[in-house]
């Protein structure tokens, strides 16, 4: 089983059911060229909005942020797209599935495995266990985003035993017209269902690299131990 999706609307909402979007693609990040600048993008130069109303915030300080003057629309902050329709994604999977009919025995058996992968490059999104980063590591190219879904599940099996109760017509009990017809007939199924977890996304919030429209995110370094040092209480609260 598989699907591709395209031109899907990015970015999720405050809770189920809400309307304020929690993702947003900044168009006025700073842009790539310009990082290598470093920390002289927090210098203070000269403000050319200094003292024009219109500008708002950006003229009240006779001074302004290098990285600032360094945007595509420098007389603006943050400039954002809501739900554009810029995602797409991939859903590969594998099902296998067994079925054993109900017999003169009265039982019966379901049994389905599913082996999965789901890729996409969604961000802001959320599910009832984890949640992905509300802004994009780069905003100009959102093909970076492209990876795991949060709602990848990688295996998941479903065991459904099918038994028929033992009344009714025909069956050991409440053989009667009486008992046929009020509990004759019926048919008890659990369904059990075993799966793995789903990813997890990691991001910093302060965003101290001055990049002006981006999120950071860990780098996976060689030689380094992805996991810090101690138990696995004191690894959560790190």
Known sequence: VGSRLLHMSIGGVTSPGGTTPTAMVNINQLPISVLALGTALQQRVPNPFFGIPESGELGISQTIDRGQLLRPFPQFRDVLMVRPSLGFGNYNSLTLKAERRLDNTGIGLRVSYTFAKMLDNYF???SFYGQ??????DNYNLRREYGLSLHDVRHRMIIAPLLDLPFGRGKPWATGP????LIGGWN???VITFQTGMPASIWQNNNNAGTLGG??????V????LCTTGGITQ???N
């Open 222 to 225: 060689p030689g380094v131990d």
């Open 235 to 237: 690894r959560l609260n």
């Open 132 to 137: 992905r980063a509300a802004i994009a590591l």
């Open 215 to 220: 999120i950071q995110r860990p780098n996976l």
């Open 124 to 126: 802001g999104d959320s």
């Open 188 to 190: 008890i199924s659990p």
């Open 178 to 181: 009486i008992g046929d017809r």
